[in-house]
């Protein structure tokens, strides 16, 4: 098996949320998945386990003894000892070995579909506020907050135009893209179906399908996600379609 170098902060999140236990169940189950089917893994995940106790373990001895050696000498202030240096000297070592081993098991846990989505998924610049399409101050103010990264105020502001107007492309594509920007993979979905679905000619119809291809991409299903993305003129459709072949 390769290791790589290329240490990424996803990755280091990563593995600190399964060692502390901190992953949400969606992630943990896939995780479990993974070692139920490959021993290999399983045994891979055991060893790091027992390592970095065997590092806690150690880190907290010295830390006593330190502590224990410090009042007998009736010292104010702690300081390492060349031995101490050395020991933390060979943890970091350690750690360092198992992030890049673990680089390799965080490559297989997570879906091809998945990484595809995060490489090519960027929200929508948005568009300018004083459109006459939009025709509606609300519209305008809930565009700013979209494009300032305030996408749950945004979603909230436009659904409550959409009821009003429920056709309305401009108002579903937005709250879609908004929904991918607020990581609601499946709540997006429904407002793209609507857009790309419409009979009425939309300025950002290929736009439209090449989220709702990603979408779908993210949701698993290639099938979907390959038909809207074939339908999108969008450059960066092609090369998901080809990732995906």
């Known amino acids: 098996m390769k290791y790589t170098n290329d240490i990424t902060q996803e990755l280091l999140e990563a593995i600190e949320r399964y060692i502390k236990g901190t992953m949400d169940s969606k992630e943990l189950k896939?995780?479990?998945d993974y070692i139920k089917i490959d021993p290999e893994f399983k045994a891979q995940v055991e060893d790091i386990k027992v390592l970095l106790l065997g590092i806690e373990k150690q880190t907290l001895e010295d830390?006593?003894?330190?502590f224990h050696e410090d009042i007998i000498n009736n010292k104010k202030q702690l300081q390492p000892s060349l031995k101490v240096q050395f020991l933390n000297h060979n943890k970091l070592a350690i750690v360092a070995s198992i992030i890049v081993a673990t680089l390799s098991i965080w490559y297989f846990i997570t879906p091809k579909n998945i990484k595809l989505y995060d490489n090519y998924f960027k929200p929508d610049i948005g568009i300018?506020?004083?459109i006459k399409d939009a025709n509606s101050s609300?519209?305008?103010?809930?565009?700013e907050k979209y494009k300032n990264g305030n996408y749950k105020?945004?979603?909230d502001a436009w659904q409550i135009l959409?009821?009003?107007k429920p056709k309305n492309d401009t108002l579903n594509y937005f709250i879609g893209i908004a929904h991918l920007a607020n990581k609601k993979t499946k709540k997006a979905i429904p407002f793209l179906e609507r857009t790309v679905h419409s009979n009425h000619t939309f300025a950002l119809m290929d736009n439209a399908r090449y989220y709702l291809g990603l979408a779908y991409l993210k949701e698993g299903n290639s099938h979907l996600a390959k038909k809207y993305l074939k339908l999108s003129r969008i450059d960066s459709a092609k090369?998901?379609?080809n990732e995906l072949n």
Request: hydrophobic share 40%; charged share 30%.
């Open 128 to 130: 300018n506020t004083n």
């Open 63 to 66: 830390k006593l003894n330190e």
């Open 138 to 143: 609300d519209f305008n103010d809930a565009m």
């Open 153 to 155: 105020i945004a979603i």
């Open 30 to 32: 896939d995780f479990n």
């Open 162 to 164: 959409s009821e009003r």
């Open 239 to 241: 090369y998901i379609i």
